[in-house]
């Protein structure tokens, strides 16, 4: 299903002159420098490709046929490859390997390219020269030892693999390949089709190989099955090979808008057919905050709040097609996550449904993290990867557990529930850094209404009756006066005593209300802070009068509903009131 949904996406694209998507046969690499040839085959130069200036200078991408996928092996790409295959130089590397590399190179333009075309036979007597073994003496060659090379005719536009004689040598190779073996495509369901011994390489998963990993895969002889080994285990055909993996790198390119990484997972999607909401999907991740608007021109600040529009539209579940236009909900739409696993990628998750379902699913989750925000400046729709770092050591993004980064994005895209170390790793924050920030408060009350089926407001409600609710409220009742009675106390009872009084408020709330007994008395002997003794004494009074007892201990659930009392208590200290 994924291999196929990736084909039709890669004929989609190719349908469409303006996607710069590869043809069969090619691929967009990265190419830093041309070798400038004479029409004798004489060195001219060497050309720097990269873009960019000073320090940050970056290959090229180029359309070059398509690169071998080489592993362990020595395989030649045709007319283009690094300094080791092209030169036969290379710094610190086994001068036997680079000799064979070299070689592989000038003999498959040797057998494949005739010498009546200019170019080619340049390239060809260039090879059979001594001058690239001078490139080496060049003041810029570590910069260029290990790149990537393509070849150029002095005076004449455009590249050498792009004449019109190296295409056809190329799809003369193309064509020698085609008859290694033959079979059904699993993809296309098409019969006789020449199929792949090894798929091309995928790249763009952060924390996998630079080179490139794959998805399909079988190299060791317990994969082998009925004398099949390698890719033809599951056979796909070279054409079917090269479009789901072409499609999967374009949607992992560098600055793709189709790519979202969270913690090790790259989440990439498409639809079905040309829709806005491949553009948008991003968004959903990371939300545009009001605060970054403002700085923004016009048009900006319009498209950003139409897209503000659309998230408050999916999060009361109201119709968006009337916000983007050209938006069809009924539309297919495909999620891919992929992880590293040394040489090949984890699926860790797939889904496939409508875009009315999808967004329903995403606007349930915003509707769940609901609540009230503790600063102004705090986005209304919480990204999914600042929530993450909720749950991290330090706050960094990469101290997020992978797992938990998977099972959130899983849940946001599924409407399943949230993974179940999610509670046990907030509460662990909140005891580590004694803070219970809007996005923990959030992610606390998302947990406890999806997984746990509790009813959990927005803002401070005094007519609830959950004796961890009430306990939270009014732990938040008993530091707020202490602050007023020791206004310059380096620590409150928030510092040392809030996971002790969420977890065992037996054995605490007895302490903390002798504390807060001497904290009204001081607050009492100040005139001007008469009245605000007389309020949190009501207060508290009040909260107590609706439960019994104070618990031994508490479970993580009520924990949760615990801090989320402290946090709309502390909330409501700080809203103004009419």
Same mark, same amino acid.
């Given at each position: ?76 790409? =045709? ?359 809007? =996005? ?68 605490? =709330? ?69």
């Amino acid at each position: 299903m994924i291999l196929q949904a990736l084909n039709s996406y890669y004929e989609r694209l190719a349908d469409d002159p303006g996607s710069g998507i590869p043809p069969f046969g090619t691929s967009m690499e990265n190419i830093s420098f041309a070798v400038v040839l004479a029409a004798d085959g004489a060195l001219r130069g060497v050309e720097d490709l990269r873009e960019g200036s000073g320090n940050q200078l970056r290959p090229r991408k180029l359309l070059v046929p398509a690169a071998e996928k080489k592993a362990s092996g020595i395989k030649a790409n =045709f007319l283009w490859d690094n300094t080791t295959y092209v030169l036969g130089l290379s710094d610190g590397a086994n001068p036997e390997r680079i000799e064979k590399c070299h070689a592989a190179f000038i003999k498959q333009i040797q057998e494949n390219c005739p010498d009546k075309d200019p170019g080619l036979k340049a390239v060809l007597a260039f090879l059979a020269g001594t001058e690239a073994k001078t490139i080496a003496d060049r003041e810029d060659w570590p910069e260029i030892s290990g790149s990537n090379l393509v070849f150029r005719l002095d005076g004449v536009p455009g590249f050498i693999h792009e004449r019109p004689a190296a295409r056809s040598a190329w799809e003369v190779c193309l064509a020698k390949r085609a008859t290694e073996a033959v079979g059904q495509c699993l993809i296309t369901g098409k019969e006789s089709q020449p199929l792949a011994r090894l798929h091309p390489s995928i790249k763009g998963v952060r924390g996998a190989q630079s080179s490139g990993a794959s998805i399909v895969s079988f190299n060791l002889p317990a994969f082998a099955s009925y004398g099949k080994e390698q890719s033809f285990n599951a056979p796909v055909g070279q054409k079917g090979a090269f479009s789901y993996t072409t499609a999967l790198n374009a949607l992992l390119a560098a600055g793709s808008r189709q790519k979202v990484v969270i913690g090790d997972t790259s989440l990439v999607f498409w639809a079905e057919c040309a829709s806005p909401a491949e553009a948008l999907l991003a968004d959903f991740f990371e939300p545009p905050e009001e605060a970054a608007a403002e700085s923004q021109s016009v048009d900006d600040r319009q498209t950003a709040q139409k897209i503000r529009d659309f998230f408050l539209a999916i999060r009361s579940g109201r119709s968006v097609s009337d916000i983007i236009p050209g938006l069809d909900e009924s539309v297919r739409f495909y999620i891919l996550g992929l992880a590293p696993n040394a040489a090949r990628l984890s699926v860790r998750f797939w889904e496939a449904n409508s875009l009315g379902d999808l967004l329903g699913r995403i606007g349930q989750h915003f509707k769940q993290l609901e609540i009230a925000r503790q600063f102004d400046n705090e986005p209304d729709f919480p990204p999914l990867w600042r929530l993450l770092c909720q749950t991290a050591p330090l706050g960094k993004s990469e101290n997020i557990s992978p797992v938990l980064a998977g099972g959130m994005a899983r849940a946001m895209l599924t409407g399943g529930n949230y993974p179940q170390n999610l509670l046990p790793q907030v509460l662990a924050r909140i005891r580590s850094e004694h803070s219970v920030t809007y =996005f923990r408060a959030a992610l606390l009350k998302a947990y406890l209404m999806r997984n746990k089926q509790l009813e959990v407001p927005m803002a401070l409600n005094p007519e609830r009756t959950d004796r961890p609710y009430l306990l939270g409220r009014l732990f938040a009742v008993l530091e707020k006066a202490q602050e007023e009675a020791v206004p310059n106390s380096n620590a409150t009872i928030k510092d040392k005593y809030l996971a002790s009084a969420s977890a065992t408020p037996g054995q605490v =709330f007895h302490m903390l209300l002798k504390n807060y007994a001497n904290h009204i008395a001081k607050l009492r002997k100040e005139p001007e802070k008469i009245g605000w003794a007389k309020y949190y004494e009501s207060m508290a009074q009040d909260i107590i009068a609706g439960f019994d007892d104070y618990p031994a201990t508490m479970k993580a659930e009520e924990q949760g509903l615990f801090m989320i009392g402290y946090y709309h208590q502390r909330k409501d200290f700080f809203t103004k009131k009419n």
